[in-house]
């Protein structure tokens, strides 16, 4: 396992650390949790009951928590909400009808946009803060109907570099179908193109057990993915170098092993650690090399979306 560089000091990393909040998602349940990075002060800010959450993210600045939930894809429900930081305010920012299953949600906020995966829906999606102006980057569907029966073109990660002009998803494939695929694309659809017919779209790897969520750390330039697929590339974190302009992708390297149907993953690049969770109920942390691993929680449910910010003293 390689070394990460880092420009920041200890010191900062501590600090950062002492303020930090974990928020996470139950989706058998309808939970949101919070807690510390060291699994302490487990809090449930929120049930909203068997709405099947999958992504989550904070904008801490304006105070408030946006997540996803899938709903029942044969019934087009899927929805996209937004809280307070204590769970308290909630509206539905993307109605049911306008997303089929959004999973993994993501925050860019230099644009004001969300962006995230609509599994069933096949595409990958993104709209403004308050949920105005939805639209569809990429269409997978080739032409089937929605809800999509070929979960080959189920998109279900998201990650957003903002600094390279790209955007990042995965597509897992079936069940112990080994044939999950992870994708990049220009944030902006190229002119005279549409989300079904855009030609910048890359493979960048094929043959993937299941990868599920995506996070980016845009300093090392490092791309990280959970997957939940069959051992031993299955049930892992990985993670490959984002130089591809310069060489050609590389075999991902495994960091992490022996998930239980590893989903969310999220970094605290001030840190320099990542927090992951599996469907079995867990919470870990570890660095951003895979060393140190700790479970800081147990048997918390089905979880699925994860995020870390630096919340307000007295949160």
């Given amino acids: 396992m390689s070394t990460i560089t880092s420009t920041l000091t200890e010191a900062e990393a501590t600090t950062a650390s002492a303020t930090g909040r974990l928020f996470f998602l139950d989706l058998s349940a309808g939970r949101i949790l919070s807690a510390n990075p060291d699994g302490t002060d487990l ?16 904008d801490v600045p304006a105070g408030h928590i946006y997540w996803s939930n899938m709903g029942d894809p044969k019934k087009n429900d899927g929805s996209i909400m937004r809280s307070d930081l204590d769970g308290k305010n909630v509206i539905t920012i993307v109605s049911p009808g306008r997303t ?51 979960p080959t073109k189920w998109c279900v990660g998201i990650a957003v570099d903002t600094d390279g002009g790209k955007f990042y998803w995965t597509q897992k494939g079936g069940h112990h179908a080994g044939v999950g695929r992870i ?104 660095n951003l090399d895979g060393s140190n691993l700790k479970t800081l929680l147990a048997d918390e449910g089905n979880l699925t979306g994860i995020a870390y910010a630096e919340v307000p003293s007295g949160y």
């Fill in 100 to 150: 089929f299953t959004p999973k993994q949600l993501k925050l860019e906020k230099t644009a004001g946009k969300l962006y995230w995966s609509d599994r069933e829906g096949m595409r990958v999606m993104r709209a403004s803060l308050d949920g105005s102006n939805v639209e569809t980057l990429v269409d997978t569907s080739r032409g089937d109907s929605r809800p999509g029966p070929d």
């Fill in 183 to 286: 994708f990049r694309a220009n944030i902006e659809v190229p002119r005279d193109q549409s989300p079904e017919n855009r030609t910048d779209i890359e493979i960048l790897f094929d043959h993937l057990p299941e990868p599920i969520d995506l996070d980016i750390d845009p300093v090392n330039r490092f791309l990280y993915w959970t997957d939940r697929g069959d051992p031993p590339r299955g049930n892992t974190v990985n993670r490959a170098p984002m130089n591809w302009e310069r060489e050609v992708p590389k075999e991902p390297e495994i960091v992490l092993t022996r998930l239980m149907e590893g989903i969310g993953i999220a970094l605290d690049l001030r840190g320099r650690r990542m927090f992951v969770t599996d469907f079995s109920g867990s919470v870990y942390s570890a």
């Fill in 43 to 58: 809090r449930s800010i929120l049930n909203e009951g068997r709405k099947r959450p999958d992504g989550v993210v904070l």
